[in-house]
């Protein structure tokens, strides 16, 4: 068989790479989980509005707030079903998974795009302009809605690409370009709406400084089956066209010319130049993809029609677009890993939604716990590889003979050792 | 007093998944060269640092004139009187040799400042002793390597040690200060000094050595005395079969010319001036031509720019009748060029990706590997699987092996079996063997031969002396940007070759 080796035979499922990595993000996540329990405990014991029941109630609320019906006749926390929060969690893991696509793909690219959050105001600026203009033309809603969906993705390409450019041709760092970028998209942002006053919703009254939601002019994502499985949530077809990019990125990366391209440059610069592969151009390109992708999150997002946009942006970024490094790093950027990282994000948003209408906590609660999580997803590179170091060594000693690849390797580190011990007693005298 | 002045008895030292030392066993008479021989991963580097106290062993013992010891850091080992030369130096660029010599044996007077003037007056002294020319207040990034080598020595010598290491000492030297040095050793020795001399060439251990230790794959072979072996059963007991070792080539047949390299200047990234300067040859078809010189003199910058990975200023390159010289890499390589690249590790490979998306790297796009942009996995892994099959690429996993994992030998003949398999009319080579033991170099070699004698022209960048003179069927040696001379290996000698590498003597123009 083409596809054991005789000697070493291959590593078991549950001992594979993939595995690995959702192992680690699990152990991450449960961590984060359980720091937010202790910091529920905490706050709950230095208030005096909340008793030990209501901190079980608030614990409880952290992990399951997702499944939570409310209260019964009697007080007490029902858990089941709910379709309304089921709906909403999808539906707000929709930019997360958006931009959480963004990252991982730059990541796999050798790029870190932290300009998700500029390229998403872009596509909110772009879809809103357009969708709101052409629905007000009256041209039919379909053409509305992609046109609408288009023009933002496109102008989250071009955001993206321009941190590209200077990374491909000035070797300018991408990290220092996306800030920029970032901070610019916000100001370009405001700019945009503060000049055109007919985008602002001024007929609803009271209503400052929001944008018109999508819906009033009709121009809005179908519902594609969404309104039957979670009735009364916000949930539509965004998630599907999520689910189905996020498919696509991964066929992308990993079957197709293109992907084998971009990975290669990403891995190595040097060695895609010399094949005669167009480094520059990949760089150029992956930035833009990048873009697109958090484009389309805010897209999707302003899409569903009934979300509404505060157009002074100048001061602050979407916090969608840094959620998606987290989203991101929790999936091990795997494009299909990133939908339920997303989720998983989205759902911790829910609990806190739940523990505030539901409990004396308030919902920074659940900003703490993702917090949390965000500092540990950092750790869960850390996890993966002290778990495949151990799964490795195992691996090592139970096979006789890996003799063949692993006496070359003790070569080649033998003399790095020797540097590294020299260094340090260098360092000592 | 033991006939000994160190003895590693026993010695094994294990790494997860591999016994790097087996039992080994080194015995280090006094005022002797005790050559230490072996492939990469024989097992060399890690005994010595066992020695040097880098790496406690799992079991055996070292004993100094007769006493057990127990090494547990560097400093131990020089408190024993243990010194070594590493491979590549240990020196302060920025500082003058007398700061380096010092460095970490510093003498102070009472308030802690430094007695430079003794420190220097001992150098000196050990400078003209020995006959170890250097210049105690030059920085040491102006000096050459070989000065820089004997100022490692001199680092050994000012602290008064008795038992020299010299890792793979000859590497970097000319023929000229390799000859130097085997004196200076031999003065040593003489002196009542012991030294251990590792190293994978031959003629070094039969010019200087007393004995020979050889190591194969973390065990010890034997001792054997210099005066009573010879090289052929040397490199059969390191390699465990029997090895050729004078490559048998037909005469050449040098057909129409593939490359033509006329005026080709490209500009330095370290000085100002031009790393090339208006260097012009061919390259005929059924020839291997090949560029001698010491490391730096340009080659590197010479092949960037014959590939297209550097820009060539000025000059006209044609590859088969086809003007190339303003052509993009990718543009270049469907001319008709293959290239084994000098630096494995940035341009050879990718190494996250796996042996067969590396033996792929300029195929991919190539229709019977992928239909409409999507990659044939089934025809990529049988094409992978032939060329491992017929190049004997080694690894782990086979095809799926990250090539991270694999041995440098391994790497280096995936890169050879990815070039040569593309069937280009013009190969170049840069390097081809640098770093690989006896076995493959062999096979490499035989390699590259067989792609001269079908038809193909081979333009080979080697600074093995040894490789130059026994591969090549023409020889063009480069100093300082510039070809100096033309030579045919058959009748020029290594000290010729050596004067022309290190500038001392130089054709006239007629030569280039």
Same mark, same amino acid.
């Given at each position: 068989m083409p596809r054991k080796d005789p000697v070493t035979g291959k590593l078991k499922w549950y001992k594979s790479e993939g595995a690995v990595a959702v192992y680690s993000a699990l152990i991450s996540i449960l961590i984060g989980m359980a720091v937010g329990a202790v910091i529920v405990i905490i706050v709950g014991l230095s208030k005096s509005n909340i008793s030990s029941s209501g901190i079980v109630e608030g614990i409880k609320l952290v992990f399951l707030g997702v499944f939570s019906t409310g209260r019964d006749s009697a007080g007490q926390l029902v858990f089941g079903f709910n379709g309304v929060n089921m709906g909403n969690m999808l539906f707000r893991a929709v930019p997360l998974i958006m931009t959480g696509l963004s990252v991982a793909i730059a990541f796999k690219t050798g790029l870190f795009n932290i300009g998700?959050?500029?390229?998403?105001?872009?596509?909110?600026?772009?879809?809103?302009?357009?969708?709101?203009?052409l629905g007000w033309t009256g041209c039919p809603k379909a053409i509305a809605w992609l046109c609408a969906f288009l023009v933002g993705v496109l102008l989250g390409a071009l955001w993206g690409a321009i941190p590209g450019i200077f990374k491909a041709f000035l070797n300018i760092n991408e990290v220092i370009t996306c800030i920029m970028t970032n901070w610019i998209a916000a100001n370009l942002v405001t700019w945009w709406f503060d000049a055109h006053e007919m985008f602002k919703n001024s007929a609803e009254g009271g209503k400052v400084g929001y944008i018109i939601p999508l819906k009033n002019v009709g121009v809005v994502t179908p519902k594609l089956l969404m309104d039957k499985l979670f009735a009364g949530s916000q949930a539509n077809g965004g998630f599907w066209i999520a689910v189905l990019i996020a498919i696509a990125m991964w066929i992308m990366m990993t079957k197709t010319t293109f992907g084998y391209e971009l990975r290669a440059c990403g891995a190595n610069r040097h060695a895609a130049k010399y094949a005669g592969i167009n480094d520059k151009k990949n760089i150029i390109l992956s930035m833009a993809i990048a873009g697109a992708l958090a484009a389309a999150g805010a897209s999707l997002y302003f899409l569903s029609g009934n979300t509404e946009f505060y157009w002074s942006t100048y001061q602050k970024l979407p916090a969608e677009g840094f959620n998606g490094i987290p989203v991101a790093l929790l999936a091990a950027n795997h494009p299909i890993g990133v939908i339920f990282s997303g989720i998983f994000m989205s759902m911790l948003n829910i609990s806190g939604i739940q523990l505030k209408y539901l409990t004396a906590?308030?919902?920074?609660?659940?900003?703490?716990?993702?917090?949390?999580?965000?500092?540990?997803?950092?750790?869960?590179?850390?996890?993966?590889?002290?778990?495949?170091?151990?799964?490795?060594?195992?691996h090592g000693n139970v096979n006789a003979e890996p003799a063949v690849s692993a006496a070359p390797a003790d070569d080649a580190e033998a003399p790095a050792e020797i540097v590294k011990k020299e260094t340090k007693k260098g360092g000592q005298k | 007093m033991s006939e000994y002045v160190i003895e590693m008895n026993h010695i094994r030292k294990e790494f997860p998944g591999i016994v790097a030392?087996?039992?080994?066993?080194?015995?280090?008479?006094?005022?002797?060269?005790?050559?230490?021989?072996?492939?990469?991963?024989?097992?060399?580097?890690?005994?010595?640092?066992?020695?040097?106290?880098?790496?406690?062993?799992?079991?055996?013992?070292?004993?100094?004139?007769?006493?057990?010891?127990?090494?547990?850091?560097?400093?131990?080992?020089?408190?024993?009187?243990?010194?070594?030369?590493?491979?590549?130096?240990?020196?302060?660029?920025?500082?003058?040799?007398?700061?380096?010599?010092?460095?970490?044996?510093?003498?102070?007077?009472?308030?802690?400042?430094?007695?430079?003037?003794?420190?220097?007056?001992?150098?000196?002294?050990?400078?003209?002793?020995?006959?170890?020319? #250097?210049?105690?207040?030059?920085?040491?990034?102006?000096?050459?390597?070989?000065?820089?080598?004997?100022?490692?020595?001199?680092?050994?010598?000012?602290?008064?040690?008795?038992?020299?290491?010299?890792?793979?000492?000859?590497?970097?030297?000319?023929?000229?200060?390799?000859?130097?040095?085997?004196?200076?050793?031999?003065?040593?020795?003489?002196?009542g000094k012991s030294i251990l001399f590792i190293t994978h060439k031959l003629n070094e251990i039969m010019a200087v050595s007393d004995r020979v230790t050889v190591l194969r794959k973390g065990k010890y072979v034997g001792t054997v005395n210099t005066k009573e072996t010879n090289k052929q059963e040397l490199s059969n007991m390191m390699v465990g079969r029997p090895v050729q070792l004078e490559l048998k080539k037909k005469p050449a047949k040098p057909g129409e010319t593939i490359l033509k390299v006329e005026g080709l200047t490209v500009p330095s990234k370290i000085h100002k001036n031009n790393a090339v300067n208006n260097v012009s040859f061919d390259v005929r078809a059924?020839?291997?031509?090949?560029?001698?010189?010491?490391?730096?003199?340009?080659?590197?910058?010479?092949?960037?720019?014959?590939?297209?990975?550097?820009?060539?200023?000025?000059?006209? #390159?044609?590859?088969?009748?086809?003007?190339?010289?303003?052509?993009?890499?990718?543009?270049?390589?469907?001319?008709?060029?293959?290239?084994?690249?000098?630096?494995?590790?940035?341009?050879?490979?990718?190494?996250?990706?796996?042996?067969?998306?590396?033996? #792929?790297?300029?195929?991919?796009?190539?229709?019977?590997?992928?239909?409409?942009?999507?990659?044939?996995?089934?025809? #990529?892994?049988?094409?992978?699987?032939?060329?491992?099959?017929?190049?004997?690429?080694?690894?782990?996993?086979?095809?799926?092996?990250?090539?991270?994992?694999?041995?440098?030998?391994?790497?280096?003949?995936?890169?050879?079996?990815?070039?040569?398999?593309?069937?280009?009319?013009?190969?170049?080579?840069?390097?081809?063997?640098?770093?690989?033991?006896?076995?493959?170099?062999?096979?490499?070699?035989?390699?590259i031969v067989a792609e001269r004698d079908k038809g193909h022209a081979v333009l080979l960048v080697s600074l093995e002396l040894e490789e130059v003179m026994g591969l090549s069927d023409r020889i063009l040696v480069i100093y300082e940007g510039e070809i100096v001379g033309e030579v045919d290996p058959k009748k020029t000698t290594p000290e010729e070759l050596g004067l022309y590498m290190s500038g001392a003597k130089r054709q006239g123009k007629e030569g280039n």
């Open positions: 998700a959050a500029g390229q998403y105001l872009m596509g909110t600026m772009g879809t809103l302009s357009v969708g709101l203009w906590y308030n919902e920074y609660i659940a900003d703490i716990i993702i917090a949390v999580i965000v500092y540990l997803s950092a750790f869960s590179m850390l996890i993966k590889m002290m778990l495949s170091k151990r799964i490795k060594h195992d | 030392n087996d039992d080994i066993t080194l015995q280090l008479r006094k005022g002797e060269i005790h050559a230490l021989l072996g492939e990469n991963g024989a097992g060399k580097s890690t005994l010595m640092s066992v020695l040097f106290g880098l790496y406690q062993p799992e079991a055996g013992e070292i004993k100094k004139d007769g006493k057990v010891v127990k090494i547990n850091n560097p400093n131990d080992a020089t408190a024993l009187g243990i010194g070594m030369v590493h491979q590549h130096f240990k020196l302060i660029d920025v500082f003058t040799v007398l700061d380096n010599i010092i460095l970490g044996a510093e003498t102070t007077g009472a308030l802690g400042f430094l007695k430079k003037k003794e420190a220097r007056e001992k150098v000196l002294a050990l400078s003209e002793k020995y006959g170890l020319k #250097v210049d105690v207040d030059a920085k040491v990034e102006d000096i050459t390597v070989g000065m820089q080598q004997r100022v490692e020595i001199l680092k050994m010598l000012y602290r008064d040690n008795e038992i020299l290491i010299f890792d793979e000492p000859t590497a970097v030297l000319t023929p000229q200060e390799i000859d130097e040095l085997m004196e200076i050793m031999k003065g040593f020795a003489k002196e059924g020839e291997i031509l090949c560029i001698a010189g010491i490391d730096g003199n340009g080659q590197t910058e010479l092949i960037f720019g014959l590939t297209g990975l550097e820009k060539a200023t000025a000059g006209k #390159v044609t590859l088969c009748g086809k003007d190339i010289s303003k052509a993009s890499i990718k543009q270049r390589a469907l001319a008709g060029m293959s290239h084994i690249p000098e630096d494995r590790h940035k341009h050879g490979l990718v190494l996250s990706y796996t042996l067969e998306q590396n033996l #792929v790297l300029q195929k991919y796009k190539e229709p019977r590997f992928q239909n409409h942009g999507f990659i044939k996995f089934d025809e #990529v892994r049988e094409y992978a699987e032939q060329l491992i099959e017929d190049f004997d690429v080694r690894s782990g996993q086979g095809p799926i092996t990250v090539t991270r994992s694999m041995s440098g030998g391994n790497q280096q003949k995936a890169i050879i079996a990815r070039e040569i398999d593309r069937d280009e009319p013009l190969l170049i080579a840069v390097q081809p063997t640098r770093g690989l033991d006896v076995g493959a170099i062999e096979h490499i070699h035989n390699q």
